[in-house]
């Protein structure tokens, strides 16, 4: 869960790629409004849900193996 104030505009045309709104609530979650001006297309406490770019270690290591294989393959 995340322990964050999530926001509850349900308005925002930002809100499915914003962390604040799409996080996973807790049992004890708190909600905020963030003054996002209504013209806006988000606020300034938006927080982008993309993953980073970078992989962890099991992933990096399954991508060499298909490498490899493909490699094979040529």
Request: glycine residues 2%.
């Amino acid at each position: 869960m995340a322990d964050i104030t999530k926001c509850e505009d349900n308005l925002c045309p930002s809100k499915e790629t914003c962390y604040r709104y799409t996080a996973p609530a807790s049992m004890y979650q708190s909600y905020g409004k963030f003054n996002r001006e209504e013209d806006a297309f988000n606020c300034d406490m938006y927080w982008d849900n993309k993953p980073n770019d970078k992989i962890d270690d099991k992933e990096f290591i399954e991508l060499v193996e298909q490498l490899k294989v493909i490699n094979l393959k040529l």
